[in-house]
């Protein structure tokens, strides 16, 4: 069964970080390029960041440039995202996709996990 599957969310107070992960089990994720995405409440899902399969291309959503920072580890099959300098409004439900190439649309991934909850609050 291919899944993924999202951990390291919490509540943080502003300012903080958290580093969030997405593995795989039953796929490799060698050959995917993937996708951080997150979705607030009452809001439309959006990208955040995505990396290339190889991990020599990523990109970022303007709100994450200069403070989350994505990488990826294929020896253990792990994507990561590392978010420093955390605000309130990047409180959201986070999702990781694994797909083709590296986009920053939500149609452009094939496999989803389950999510993670961030909340950035005092």
């Known amino acids: 069964q291919l899944q993924l599957v999202e951990s390291g969310g919490g509540l943080v107070q502003p300012g903080g970080s958290l580093r969030l992960s997405c593995a795989a089990s039953?796929?490799?994720?060698?050959?995917?390029?993937i996708g951080w995405f997150r979705q607030a409440p009452g809001k439309e899902r959006e990208g955040v960041s995505c990396i290339s399969s190889s991990g020599g291309s990523t990109n970022y959503a303007d709100s994450a440039k200069g403070r989350f920072t994505i990488s990826r580890d294929n020896a253990k099959n792990t994507v990561y995202l590392q978010m420093n300098s955390l605000k309130p409004e990047d409180t959201a439900f986070y999702y990781c996709a694994a797909g083709a190439i590296a986009t920053m649309n939500q149609n452009d991934y094939e496999y989803w996990g389950q999510g993670t909850q961030v909340t950035v609050s005092s």
């Open positions: 039953g796929f490799t994720l060698d050959y995917y390029a």
